[in-house]
């Protein structure tokens, strides 16, 4: 297969994700969650639903896509555009913390939606480590020549230090009265994220360090 096909193909791919997680956002704001199938999903974006279970294991994953399908790539861009100097605990820690707390009237909306539904908050909360990839490859470009594994595993800590916190967020405090299902989220997001990621600053200066290239 030429490298032309191929990305042809990849391209029709990417096309038909981004229609399905928006035929899904877009049904569930106008019915309900709970009002949505798979089929309907597949039929608004003019594919079987097999070829929806090959992009989505579940309504509620195509439905939180909507809202962070891209950040993966936004966070790891945040963090390679922090100055040399930056040291990488801060630059990750910025990075994750900007992408994370500052969406536009759309995506308000989604979060919104999404605290209404157990299901959807658990969709979201595990979103955390699709960042793990792109972030591991940001890391390894700032630390230069480092072991793959040491990028990899700062990576995956990263994100489960940010699954942690969305966990937090999304979780009710004890006794907190709910209407509608509707759960106020608890506590400044900015604040749980930048706790969770402090744990992380030692292994992000140690392999800074290591590298040759303590942090400023």
């Known amino acids: 297969m030429t490298a032309r096909r191929t990305g042809l193909r ?4 990417q096309a038909t994700r981004v229609a399905l997680r928006e035929a899904a956002l877009r049904l569930a704001l106008e019915r309900g969650p709970d ?6 999903i597949a039929d608004a974006a003019g594919v079987s639903p097999r070829t929806y279970n090959n992009y989505f294991s579940s309504r509620e994953q ?9 950040r993966q790539a936004r966070v790891a861009a945040a963090v390679a555009a922090r100055p040399a100097d930056v040291r990488l605990a801060d630059a990750v820690t910025e990075a994750v913390v900007e992408q994370y707390t500052d969406p536009d009237e759309r ?3 989604v979060l919104l939606l999404i605290t209404t539904r157990p299901t959807l908050r658990e969709a979201f909360v595990e979103t955390a480590t699709a960042i793990e990839h792109s972030l591991a490859s940001a890391i390894a470009r700032r630390l230069g020549d480092t072991e793959a594994n040491t990028t990899r595993v700062l990576a995956a800590s990263v994100a489960a230090a940010v699954r942690v916190a ?6 009710p405090a004890a006794g907190t009265p709910r209407a509608g299902g509707l759960v106020v989220p608890s ?11 402090a744990t992380l600053t030692p292994a992000l200066d140690a392999a800074e360090a290591q590298a040759g290239r303590p942090g400023a």
């Open 10 to 13: 990849e391209q029709k791919k």
């Open 35 to 40: 009002n949505v199938r798979v089929d309907d």
């Open 62 to 70: 195509a439905i939180v896509a909507a809202v962070t399908a891209e």
């Open 107 to 109: 995506d308000r909306d």
């Open 166 to 171: 969305l966990q937090q967020w999304v979780q």
């Open 187 to 197: 506590g400044s997001l900015p604040d749980l994220l930048r706790a969770a990621l």
